[in-house]
T-cell receptor
Framework: DGGITQSPKYLFRKEGQNVTLSCEQNLNHDAMYWYRQDPGQGLRLIYYSQIVNDFQKGDIAEGYSVSREKKESFPLTVTSAQKNPTAFYLC??????????????FGEGSRLTVL | AQKVTQAQTEISVVEKEDVTLDCVYETRDTTYYLFWYKQPPSGELVFLIRRNSFDEQNEISGRYSWNFQKSTSSFNFTITASQVVDSAVYFCALSAGGNNRLAFGKGNQVVVIP
């Protein structure tokens, strides 16, 4: 089935460690996005990429890094510089930029807990 | 800057009652898109509707309906005859200025009690 796969679903990390969240899509979408969701905060954009080998910072990029070496993959690294990394992370993709279609397809999310 | 406000945080209704979710947006752009997404307990967001700023027609899709009013910068969402499966978090979102990103509201948690 076509869709977006995020892994792992649950992740625990000790303070000071970097972790990488995986996001893979087989929808042949050009654009991919990472959002962070906190209780009562809605979704906030971390990074987005409209094409392979290119990505832009979103509203809360500090402490995060991404890469887009392949069209179908957009991994997110949560670095030790991120002060409050415990959150629910959602990856999404769209056929074109959200401006054109607005229809984002989301994965089921990864819940990161820092111990 | 774009901003979306969803005032009610949690709404509880008894099954078969109607529920209306308010969404107020802010943008200086004259061309923009508005969206509603549903987030069930499984976590992934599901796209429900897109409306552009030039189309103020209200829309009905089954038990869902949307009321877009530019004069009040609102894009409200109504679920008619609610069902337990409607229990979810609903997000309103805005895309404006030609940039490829959505600004989301904080979401409304809808709880339908059987």
């Amino acid at each position: 089935d076509g869709g977006i796969t995020q892994s792992p679903k649950y992740l625990f990390r000790k303070e000071g460690q970097n972790v990488t969240l995986s996001c893979e899509q087989n929808l042949n979408h050009d654009a991919m996005y990472w959002y962070r969701q906190d209780p009562g905060q809605g979704l906030r954009l971390i990074y987005y990429s409209q094409i392979v080998n290119d990505f832009q910072k979103g509203d809360i990029a500090e402490g995060y890094s991404v890469s887009r070496e392949k069209k179908e993959s957009f991994p997110l690294t949560v670095t030790s510089a991120q002060k409050n990394p415990t959150a629910f992370y959602l990856c999404a993709s769209s056929l074109q930029g959200a401006w054109n279609t607005g229809e984002l397809f989301f994965g089921e999310g990864s819940r990161l807990t820092v111990l | 800057a774009q901003k979306v406000t969803q005032a009610q945080t949690e709404i509880s209704v008894v099954e078969k009652e109607d529920v209306t979710l308010d969404c107020v947006y802010e943008t200086r752009d004259t061309t923009y898109y508005l969206f509603w997404y549903k987030q069930p307990p499984s976590g992934e967001l599901v796209f429900l509707i897109r409306r552009n700023s030039f189309d103020e027609q209200n829309e009905i899709s089954g038990r869902y309906s949307w009321n877009f009013q530019k004069s009040t910068s609102s894009f409200n969402f109504t679920i008619t005859a609610s069902q337990v499966v409607d229990s979810a978090v609903y997000f309103c979102a805005l895309s404006a200025g030609g940039n490829n990103r959505l600004a989301f509201g904080k979401g409304n948690q809808v709880v339908v009690i059987p």
